[in-house]
């Protein structure tokens, strides 16, 4: 039998040594770059930490320097991967890896966090099934439990405060929480529901009344559930650091509220790039210390994982730090616990990379260009569960798609963040957000009567806005199929058309039955001024659209259509459409203007990894600001050469290779 065993049948701990340093890491609030480790312990598991190697652990932190690691605790199968007194360990443990990875951690001044699966622990229901969420039919889950039960107070709180109090931990990643909480008719949640609205029974599909009623009670009720463990571990564990994996990003795009000490997600190990730039935009608007974790390998069917090379994690890594957010990548070590010389080559490489930039890039600040906002509303009537965006965002990325190809700046910011900033951004895109409060019509009516310019987009979202569009709206919309009419040539665009008679409006795009234009068509994007400023509506699925197809045909209506509301943007380049920009500024004040290569990006899972982003160039790119005394390209450093005049800046990149930075001094 091994120690580990022993311990394990004896019910006793094994505690890490002490360090032989005193080095203190990073605070999350501060770190920059981090790497992911996680096993999803089994019960099947047989090998848990065999191979584990100091020698390995102490090589890859030497090599790789990152500012911490989060190493698996406890995944979704609930069974723990170290020596638990409180819940299920492993049967599988064959070394205390914790341990020894805490020992080396702290001897390198590394912080220690830990991956913990939160509300998807299925060995827990097992062993109580009372703790099972429960589905409209009233049947219990087998993997997530219920958060309005018993489990995190008899098990999560506990557990947490057992692991981070035994091994000096730094911290917890707690995953399986914002996403994988559902809708529960358990009766606890049933109770809980009764007591706040005095229904004795809820709701039970989207056709029932009080729908949306039941589903923001259950936002609500979970928003409480994740401040509960969070201070309760917070006091059991003073000055560690705790996040809920997805927690106020896109997935519940509201008003922070629960005391987290910085946010995080892992966005899609294939469509990476497309995820990770909707993801940073939204979490930098946030006001707190985040970072965004890319996965280091891949899969396909009948293939299995496939390791991401530096190439593409770079230009991952790229999107996030563009926005100023920390990076972090996730790998899995063996099921035996070594970590193969691959997994440390490309961490490498691509922390050179990262830290490289990190001066110019981490902590940057936007400077308010184009703001896109995602409607909350829209988005919690849409999905059907607590917290996730899962076929909500389409619109908003396809809105963000065709803005970016056109060489703008963009922030994505939801209603909370938006508001209170609004007069700092020269234009506003709404995207087919077709449930908005008064008080957020309002207040961007008021924008654009002040002065601003507000381009609303689909037939639906335009319709809140009818007495600034300066056009009669003609019966209802209708789903029909349209050739539009772009500046580019026509598109096929398929949805929700709405028919507009123009008043005081002007018709700037037309919709067509066919693709002969020779008869009149229909209206289909109009621009109407509106008080001190302006007002642009498209009255069908362009966002949507040019999400599905990134024709060239609606990128140029995106590119009129921004032109006529912003036509003296800050920055402008000369750069393709696949080279993406963004004007920020550093964590000391100095102006950068970031630019992105995306050729390359993984768009199918057929073709899983580039070793090479082909470079282009040269890029002019032209800038208002006052006369710099230097500009030099980061991270190399090289002085470039500029001409300034009348309050603009013109200067030219000779070659961009995966990211880069304008720094103005």
Known sequence: MSLCALALSLGLMLLPSEPTQPNKPVPRKEAFLGMHFDLHPQKGDTELGADLDEANLRELLRRVRPDYVQYDCKGHAGYTGYPTKVGWASPGIVRDSLALWRKVTADQ??????????VWDTVAIEHHPEWARV??????????TSTFGPYVDELLIPQLTEVLTAYKLDG??????????QLDYSPAAMAAWKSETGRDDAPRKRSDPGWFEWKQFHRRLFERYVAHWVDAVHRAVPGVQLTSNWMYSTHAPKKPEVNLDFLSGDYSPTLSVDRARVEARYLAGNGLPWDLMAWGFNWTDGIGHTLKTPAML??????VLMQGGGFQTYYQPTRRGYIVPQIIETQEAVAKFCRARQAVSHKSASVPQVALMLSSETQFDRSDVVFTPWGCTSELEGALHGLLENGYSVD?????????QIAKYPMVVVADAYRITEPTRRALLAYVRNGGSLLVLGAACAANFREAIGADFEGENQETTAELACPGGLVPIAGAWQTVRPKTAKPVAYRYATRDTRKPGLVAATINAYGKGRMAAVFGPLAIGHFRTHHPASRSLFAALARSLFPSPAVTSDAPSFVELALRRTRDGRLAVHLLNTLEMQRSSQVLSADVVPPVGPIQVRLRCPQPKRVTWEPDGKVLKTTWRDGTLVVTVPKLEIHGAILVR
């Open 172 to 181: 917890a990643w707690v995953d399986g929480d914002c996403w994988a909480a």
């Open 109 to 118: 001044g590394v912080g220690l966090f830990v991956h913990y699966s939160g």
């Open 314 to 319: 770079e230009q991952e890594a790229a999107v």
């Open 135 to 144: 589905d409209a039919a009233g049947n219990r889950d087998p993997n997530n």
């Open 412 to 420: 994505i910011l939801a209603e909370h963040a938006l508001l209170p």
